[in-house]
């Protein structure tokens, strides 16, 4: 075998590890925060479309996550449901049944929390999404983007969000804002300076649920 011959295999064979080790670069991993506070506890009807509308979409290897926004929200112990699909098709399907039976349960007790902690959310959010190592990472936020934070919480610090989407589903008008529609406009200027500061690659708004939801990923 000439050296030629030889030194091409092997720069193939490290190509193909290579390819084989980063199985995961094209994969998907939502993690989707849901704000439970005050009267937006209501709207979780359109959470529970969004959440199975994702469960139909991502395929075996993607990951998905389902948080709820509340007083304090950077704790594992609000992740409502969370997996990562198995790669043989009919063991995904049985996970997906199961996230959406743990998503319905969680719909059932819902409470509205006094607080919306939606930057403890985000980093929580960044955290498991890291640990998926998927390709591409979004963070769903299902809220008025009012962030209201209890006595004690301390969120006015710089977050990393390094390559990650942020969508913001369903930003519901508040009665000040009906009133001067800048509190508005400014309240998702802020959000997007913030997380375009934070190293996020996308910022995306979707209120037309019912024709703009598959904006809400991004084609692989």
Sequence with gaps: MSKYLTLLIVSFSIVFVSACGDSRIHSHGVYVLVDTSGTYAREMKKASKIINYLLATLNPGDSLAVAKVETRSFTEKDIVAKVTFDKR??????????????????????KGSAYTDITGGLI?????????????????????????????????????????????????????????????????????????????????????????????????
């Design 89 to 110: 098709p009919s063991q995904a399907t049985a996970q997906k049944r199961a996230f959406k039976d743990s998503v319905e349960e969680f719909a059932k007790g819902i």
């Design 124 to 220: 929580q959010g960044a955290e498991y999404l890291n640990e998926t190592k998927a390709g591409i990472k979004t963070i769903v936020i299902f809220s008025d983007m009012q962030e209201e934070l209890g006595k004690g919480t301390i969120r006015d610090f710089p977050i990393k969000l390094d390559g990650f989407r942020i969508v913001a589903l369903n930003v519901t008008k508040l009665g000040t804002d009906n009133a001067d529609p800048r509190l508005y406009l400014d309240r998702l200027a802020r959000w997007e300076a913030r997380v375009r500061k934070a190293g996020a690659t996308e910022w995306v708004m979707v209120n037309d649920l019912e024709s703009n939801m598959e904006s809400i990923l991004v084609t692989r």
